[in-house]
């Protein structure tokens, strides 16, 4: 089963300031990443499919790219409610495996 | 609009059984794949169980396997999962999600999830 590991654990980034967080896939899931953010309790939302599709209503400051084993979410200018859990997902092989996550915070 | 309601949550002993189940509606319920995924207090995401549109295939987590069924009833744009032989480390909140057309896909909508306390 494919292995998926993020990076840092947790980031801190001051508001406008850009965050770049990092996903790798312990073998090539293709394009098949997605990333979710979470908020204390609420449920997960997506943010960006086919790994670099941003999903309806997600604005733009949100980009994904990567491919094969290594992907990337960028937040070009935080916002206050960005800070939150980001994972990324892998869909390209069963079983579905997500990142462990990681928690940005406010510096 | 898309709505998933889970219930069926709450505390079972060790060993027993409960069913979990997602209503759904807003959409074609029956032309979608359907999952579940769980989270631990304080702790990240986990993937469980998905099932295809038309309930064909099916597919679970290893820490899953052989205790967890996941099954669906199109005619009541349902969901389920029976979990048997509970444990202490099933305890999380169950989430609902919707997969992709068929069969796999990204997990778009998601319910608030349901509290499955397994204690004595």
């Known amino acids: 089963e494919i292995v998926m590991t993020q990076s840092p654990a947790t980031l801190s980034v001051s508001p406008g300031e850009r965050a770049t967080l990092s996903c790798r896939a312990s073998q090539s899931v293709s394009s098949n990443l997605a990333w979710y953010q979470q908020k204390p309790g609420q449920a997960p939302r997506l943010l960006i499919y086919?790994?670099?599709i941003r999903a309806t209503g997600i604005p733009a400051r949100f980009s994904g790219s990567g491919s094969g084993t290594e992907f990337t979410l960028t937040i070009s200018s935080l916002q206050s409610e960005d800070f939150a859990v980001y994972y990324c997902q892998q869909y390209n092989n069963w079983p579905y495996a997500f990142g462990q996550g990681t928690k940005l915070e406010i510096k | 609009q898309v709505q998933l309601v889970e219930s069926g949550g709450g505390v079972v002993q060790p060993g027993r059984s409960l069913r979990l189940s997602c209503a759904a509606s807003?959409?074609?319920?029956?032309?979608?794949?359907m999952h579940w995924v769980r989270q631990a207090p304080g702790k990240g995401l986990e993937w469980v169980a998905a099932i295809w549109y038309d309930g064909s295939n099916k597919y679970y987590a290893d820490s899953v396997k052989g205790r967890f069924t996941i099954s669906r009833d199109n005619s009541k744009n349902t969901l389920y999962l029976q979990m048997n032989s509970l444990r202490a480390e099933d305890t999380t909140v169950y989430y609902c999600?919707?997969?992709?057309?068929?069969?796999?896909?990204?997990?778009?909508?998601w319910g608030q999830g349901t509290l499955v306390t397994v204690s004595s």
């Open positions: 086919a790994a670099s």
């Open positions: 807003g959409f074609i319920f029956s032309t979608y794949g």
């Open positions: 999600a919707r997969g992709g057309v068929g069969a796999s896909g990204p997990n778009d909508y």
